[in-house]
């Protein structure tokens, strides 16, 4: 089924690199997309409401994210549904490795809170 | 330059996630960082979130409410219930997610904290390790992470991006 789904340019996305992942997140229209979808697939209609787009360019942004292989379409008895393709954001993951930054951005923020509260204790003994 | 140790595992055998992390502090003021609500505020949300405890019994059985906040407003509840407490050398917690009416949302998964602190040399180790019922819970946990630390990320390059383009 999902062979179907791929757009026609997937054969040679290797060699051309027509479409990435980051030009999937270069919009804000489809960085909302992506974070609406996440949690829920959901039909185009239900995700143009969110947006004061027309449907046309909301259709558009999911064609590119579509070629960007960064949703899936499911077809639900006459509704399609587009979800997020996970395995595919977590390129990006790779990329930022994010859940370890999370962890290296609270402990940096404690190392200088740390330091900050042992300089004063110092200002104090100083006085 | 900061050499202090920061080591990030995943343990698939054993559904853990550990992390040990070394500070330049004795050990009673790091202990102070990680049971203090006041100092625990200054650095548990990674920026640009913010982090809000409402309230915080740190006793066994006691219990630490707080928000996640993200720049627009939105607050994400949780919930850490107290198992066990030695003091400077170990605690545990039971976390949670939850609303905020402070009622657990049992649908996503808990998973059980247990911190270990020592000290040498004027420098505090503290070791984590978070256990999870199934593997799924962790996929699940890193997931969710993810698209909260993707949706970071998103508006960080965003503004990178404009920055450029000004």
């Known amino acids: ?127 | 330059m900061n050499n202090l140790q920061f080591d990030f595992t995943v343990d698939k055998s054993t559904n853990s996630v550990c992390i040990v992390k070394e500070f330049d502090a004795e050990l009673p003021l790091v202990w102070d960082a990680f049971t203090k609500p006041e100092i625990l505020d200054q650095w548990w949300a990674p920026k640009p979130l913010t982090s809000k405890t409402k309230k915080m019994d740190f006793i066994v059985g006691g219990r630490r409410f707080y928000a996640m906040i993200v720049p627009d407003g939105q607050e994400h509840w949780g919930i850490q219930d107290f198992t066990s407490i030695s003091p400077k050398t170990n605690f545990k917690w039971v976390s949670y997610f939850a609303d905020k009416d402070e009622n657990i949302n049992t649908e996503l998964p808990s998973s059980n904290w247990d911190l270990n602190f020592s000290e040498q040399a004027g420098k505090t180790k503290v070791s984590i390790v978070i256990k999870h019922k199934t593997l799924a819970d962790i996929e699940m946990l890193i997931q969710m992470g993810f698209k909260e630390g993707f949706t970071m990320t998103l508006n960080f390059l965003a503004e990178l991006l404009t920055q450029k383009v000004n």
């Open chain 1, 1 to 127: 089924m999902r062979i179907y789904l791929q757009p026609i340019g997937f054969i040679n996305a290797n060699r051309q690199m027509r479409r990435d992942i980051f030009q999937a997140i270069a919009d804000p229209t489809r960085r909302a997309i992506i974070v609406l979808i996440a949690l829920q697939a959901m039909t185009p209609n239900a995700i143009a409401d969110n947006f004061n787009t027309t449907r046309q360019a909301v259709s558009k942004h999911l064609r590119i994210l579509t070629e960007c292989e960064i949703v899936k379409q499911e077809q639900k008895g006459r509704e399609i549904f587009y979800s997020l393709e996970i395995d595919k954001m977590k390129e990006i993951d790779k990329w930022v490795e994010q859940f370890r930054n999370i962890w290296e951005t609270k402990f940096n923020q404690l190392d200088n809170l740390l330091s900050t509260i042992k300089s004063k204790k110092n200002e104090q003994f100083a006085i």
